[in-house]
């Protein structure tokens, strides 16, 4: 009831303002630019092949209507022909000569029209082509890649907040000689792009023997600026009072940090949490350059797989696409209750 009253809250409610207007207008504009690749390409990812390449194309995913006739093995595409004398029969196609089509009728499989093929239209047929998700399962070994992104992500998610949690309880909690210019060197190394610390890094886990390892993936993105950034801001909130009362109760930094800070921190955490799920479940280059055997491939380099030299497989993209979308959206639903919260609380824009 509440979210219906939002969705027709009015200035007037007994007449429309032009403000209103403008309001829904632009608040419809915004649902659209939104949403509206995501309609798309869950509903591409239904189509065929054959569908995705047509122009224009369709927002449905519609399939031509085929029909069994008896005498022929495979079924056969059925159209609408405009005859000679202007009636519309609907006819199925034998075979296709040039500019001329070899039609037959499916009543009467033995009279045979020839047709110029820009006299007939295909007859559509609402279809979803959920062979686009089946078959990448039993063909290719996303199973596979799936398991290795869900490690990845998790396994990284987890070192990631116990590293960079650390590190903001230091930059916040301790004073000690060159605190900001620390703080500020983990700032600074926002401004490195990966291209330029690629080769390094890669040349010491190739050292390391992690090649091929889904721990190369993991370990050397373990520490984020950004998670230590948005941490450490967070932590300055709390009450410096509590943690020295817990000191003066004899508690260590370990069960300060773990007991106390951590469970007050949670907000921060959740929101991290989702960028750092975001960031592992994405990532595409560095995993492209130290996983070349396809056994340890992510998702995102499985999805390579199916852009060839000559030809891509949309289909299989798309629905694969679809698929690697849905656990970050899952993960997002349940979590976007705290973004609000962390990220207000840590300064960040």
Not at 38 to 52: E, G, N
Not at 67 to 85: K, R
């Amino acid at each position: 009831m509440n979210i219906a009253h939002l969705a027709t809250a009015r200035r007037n409610p007994r007449s429309w303002h032009w403000t209103d207007i403008a309001a829904y207008t632009y608040l419809l504009l915004g649902v659209v630019l939104m949403f509206g690749p995501v309609l798309w390409l869950v509903l591409s990812s239904f189509k065929t092949q054959a569908s995705l390449l047509e122009f224009p194309p369709s927002l449905l995913p519609l399939s031509q209507k085929e029909v069994v006739v008896s005498g022929y093995p495979q079924p056969l595409p059925l159209f609408t022909v405009t005859m000679e004398d202007g009636t519309k029969r609907e006819l199925a196609q034998v075979r296709r000569i040039g500019i001329q089509a070899q039609m037959i009728d499916p009543a009467n499989p033995g009279q045979t029209f020839r047709v110029a093929i820009d006299k007939r239209t295909p007859v559509r047929e609402f279809s979803l082509a959920t062979e686009n998700y089946s078959e990448p399962l039993q063909r290719f070994a996303f199973p596979r890649f799936l398991a290795n992104s869900v490690f990845v992500t998790v396994v990284a998610t987890l070192i990631t907040l116990l590293i960079n949690s650390m590190a903001a309880y230091a930059l916040s909690i301790y004073e000690f000689k060159g605190k900001n210019a620390a703080m500020l060197m983990v700032i600074g190394t926002l401004m490195i792009p990966i291209t330029i610390i690629l080769v390094p890094v890669y040349l010491v886990v190739t050292n390391l023997g992690l090649v091929n390892s889904l721990w190369a993936v993991i370990l050397p993105g373990a520490a984020t600026p950004t998670g230590v950034f948005l941490l450490r801001q967070y932590m300055l909130t709390l009450p410096r009072d509590l943690i020295e009362a817990a000191r003066m109760d004899k508690a260590s930094e370990w069960q300060i940090y773990w007991r106390i800070v951590m469970p007050l921190t949670l907000p921060a955490l959740a929101v991290l949490t989702i960028f750092s799920i975001m960031w592992r479940w994405n990532e595409f280059l560095w995993p492209l350059a130290v996983l070349t055997k396809t056994e340890s491939y992510t998702l995102q380099i499985g999805l390579n797989a199916f852009q060839g030299e000559l030809q891509t497989q949309w289909q299989y993209l798309l629905a694969m696409t679809v698929m690697t979308l849905t656990p970050v959206a899952i993960v997002f639903v349940f979590l976007q209750r705290f973004i609000t919260t962390g990220i207000a609380n840590t300064g960040m824009k």
